[in-house]
T-cell receptor
């Protein structure tokens, strides 16, 4: 059973398009995250939701809009895609917001903007 | 702000060699410390963690000790295998209302037979 799953695994699209990435976790966790990994493999937090409520929104352009329909799902919609959005996007979940909680990561979505 | 500094890679070793990957951190308060591993083409997996000073995390032959006095969490393994080839990330969470992982830049390990 996959704990944290993401779709699609690969996404190739043109500049200016709008695309979505979906994430689901079956761990019963309350908290979910989106991270971005750039071409040098550096990972940075983008958003975090706790029980469907947005709790962290790092300095991300407002073309990025997360949505959490329920606490098992966290989707990421990106408008007007730019070349610089090319990256691997990882979804993660954790039991709660404690600093001792382990975060479990999905397999990643590799987004390529042409 | 919080930050994590890891040694730059790639680290190239022969099978059965001893591994050390250095990690130091800057954080306010008392963070929890983690090592994650990313195998080629895959997501991140937790390798080990420590949540308070002097704790030792260990898993699959890897270990790291939380050293508050030197603000370090160095990863070690006594005898590496080819299958350990991956990128290793040191990370911390420091509770400030909501916890998120702050990652180091990652260290690639390449093990040859």
């Amino acid at each position: 059973d996959t704990a944290v799953s993401q779709t699609p695994k690969y996404l190739v699209t043109q500049m200016g398009n709008d695309k979505s990435i979906k994430c689901e976790q079956n761990l019963g966790h309350d908290t979910m995250y989106w991270y971005k990994q750039d071409s040098k493999k550096f990972l940075k937090i983008m958003f975090s939701y706790n029980n469907k409520e947005l709790i962290i929104n790092e300095t991300v352009p407002n073309r990025f809009s997360p949505k959490s329909p329920d606490k098992a799902h966290l989707n990421l919609h990106i408008n007007s895609l730019e070349l610089g959005d090319s990256a691997v996007y990882f979804c993660a979940s954790s039991p709660g917001t404690s600093d001792t909680d382990t975060q479990y990561f999905g397999p990643g979505t590799r987004l390529t903007v042409l | 702000g919080d930050s994590v500094t890891q040694m730059e890679g790639p680290v190239t070793l022969s099978e059965e060699a001893f591994l050390t990957i250095n990690c130091t951190y800057t954080a306010t308060g008392y963070p929890s410390l983690f090592w994650y591993v990313q195998y080629p083409g895959e997501g991140l997996q937790l390798l080990l963690k420590a949540t308070k000073a002097d704790d030792k995390g260990s898993n699959k032959g890897f270990e790291a000790t939380y050293r508050k006095e030197t603000t370090s969490f160095h990863l070690e393994k006594g005898s590496v295998q080819v299958s350990d080839s991956a990128v290793y990330f040191c990370a911390l969470t420091a509770y400030s209302g909501y916890s998120t992982l702050t990652f180091g830049k990652g260290t690639m390990l390449l093990v040859s037979p």
